[in-house]
T-cell receptor, first 120, second 110 residues
Framework: GAVVSQHPSWVICKSGTSVKIECRSL??????MFWYRQFPKQSLMLMAT?????????EQGVEKDKFLINHASLTLSTLTVTSAHPEDSSFYIC????????????????FGPGTRLTVT | DAKTTQPNSMESNEEEPVHLPCNHS???????IHWYRQLPSQGPEYVIH???SNVNNRMASLAIAEDRKSSTLILHRATLRDAAVYYC???????????FGKGTRLSVIA
């Protein structure tokens, strides 16, 4: 149980275009989803936290108008990188957590396999 | 979040035990110690977590010092598939997200 998927697994786009990454919890309801970014040889950096039906909370330094997060259902969150530039090339990883106080699902974070974005 | 300190890298021979250390001298009473690992080009996966007592599961064991200022992740028999970056993370019982440090890159030699 507690499987999280991401789509696509990799994407190449041209500079100036927008790209959408989907994150789905396959076998549980994800009331909270997290988006991380990871540059080569570096650790994961938290970008934002979103609760289902609410606006996302962005970490300091992350542009909310550039990285649009939608969490409209309990099983799906999307990250849209708008007007992507080469410096946005990175490995984007989502993570999901279930309703609070519902055993391990409400506490542990389950991670997707990641999406590698390359902007040319 | 309280900080953790881990060695940048470690090496192990296949089939031998591996002890991955983590220092967390500023841990608070409500912080759980979590271990995640990230295989190459994949998302992190949960390994184990604990509060005060040592913990065992099918993947690993977690040994927690009595003063909780350090812990050790133990892989009983390293395999080539265990080569990954291992992250030791402190997290309290609330809703805070996991914050990743640099982790330890484990290499396993056949």
């Amino acid at each position: 149980g507690a499987v999280v998927s991401q789509h696509p697994s990799w994407v190449i786009c041209k500079s100036g275009t927008s790209v959408k990454i989907e994150c789905r919890s396959l076998d549980f309801q994800a009331t909270t989803m997290f988006w991380y970014r990871q540059f080569p040889k570096q650790s994961l950096m938290l970008m934002a936290t979103s609760n289902e039906g609410s606006k996302a909370t962005y970490e300091q330094g992350v542009e909310k108008d550039k990285f649009l997060i939608n969490h409209a259902s309990l099983t799906l969150s999307t990250l849209t990188v708008t007007s992507a530039h080469p410096e946005d090339s990175s490995f984007y990883i989502c993570s999901a957590r279930g309703p609070p106080k519902t055993s391990h699902l409400g506490y542990e974070q389950y991670f997707g396999p990641g999406t590698r974005l390359t902007v040319t | 979040d309280a900080k953790t300190t881990q060695p940048n890298s470690m090496e192990s021979n296949e089939e031998e035990p591996v002890h991955l250390p983590c220092n967390h001298s500023t841990i608070s009473g409500t912080d759980y110690i979590h271990w995640y690992r990230q295989l190459p080009s994949q998302g992190p996966e949960y390994v184990i977590h604990g509060l005060t007592s040592n913990v065992n599961n099918r993947m690993a064991s977690l040994a927690i010092a009595e003063d909780r200022k350090s812990s050790t992740l133990i892989l009983h028999r390293a395999t080539l598939r265990d080569a990954a970056v291992y992250y030791c993370i402190l997290r309290d019982v609330g809703d805070t997200p996991l914050v990743f440090g640099k982790g330890t890159r484990l290499s396993v030699i056949a």
